[in-house]
């Protein structure tokens, strides 16, 4: 696979815009309790082990993934929290179009190429689960291509899609998610 030119400045951006989300959620936190008081705390602990993935790993991660349409955690803390993954597909036109009311996804395009429909309305969409929307496609959303180097950001509650039939692509997503705001 080799370096990718401009792929960590692309992942300090990633990293850099999950930093301001959560420091968002946590001023929500305390403008909520402002005016209360509480008992003192101490610094949290860690929810999961922490995660240094080289280079070297990562290509190893790639050339696995390549055999097949899956993807491989380095990083998952459920609902509330960040999840990490890298994921290959390969001429897959089954890609449900979704919106997300609680989490932003970042996507890093590591190999091949791929189009995203990013915008517009859901066509028909079903919750899935809660705050997790599903449609067979989108109405008036933007079609863009994605090779590798490419970065994509898609803040909560925007319409987006997949689209990989006739493609090959190996990405890399970044999911902050936080209770819905209201």
């Given at each position: ?16 815009l999950?930093?301001?989300?959560a420091?968002?959620y ?27 993935a080289?280079a070297?790993?990562i ?33 897959v ?40 929307w ?5 109405a ?43």
């Amino acid at each position: 696979m080799g370096r990718l030119p401009g792929f960590y400045s692309a992942l300090m951006a990633a990293l850099l815009l999950l930093m301001v989300i959560a420091v968002g959620y946590s001023q929500e936190g305390d403008m909520s309790s402002q005016g209360k008081t509480s008992p003192a705390r101490g610094p949290s602990m860690a929810a999961q082990p922490y995660v240094v993935a080289t280079a070297k790993s990562i290509d190893g991660i790639v050339k696995d993934l390549a055999s097949a349409n899956k993807l491989h955690d380095l990083i998952n803390a459920g609902n509330v929290g960040c999840r990490v993954y890298i994921q290959h597909e390969s001429d897959v036109s089954t890609n449900q179009a979704e919106v997300h009311d609680a989490a932003e996804d970042v996507f890093l395009i590591l190999e091949g190429t791929a189009i995203f429909v990013l915008g517009g309305k859901l066509d028909s969409p079903q919750e899935t689960q809660p705050g997790e929307w599903r449609a067979p496609g989108i109405a008036g959303g933007k079609e863009f291509r994605v090779n590798k180097g490419d970065i994509l950001i898609v803040p909560r509650g925007t319409p987006h899609r997949r689209i990989t039939a006739g493609l090959d692509v190996t990405l890399m997503l970044i999911k902050a998610s936080a209770p819905a705001r209201n």
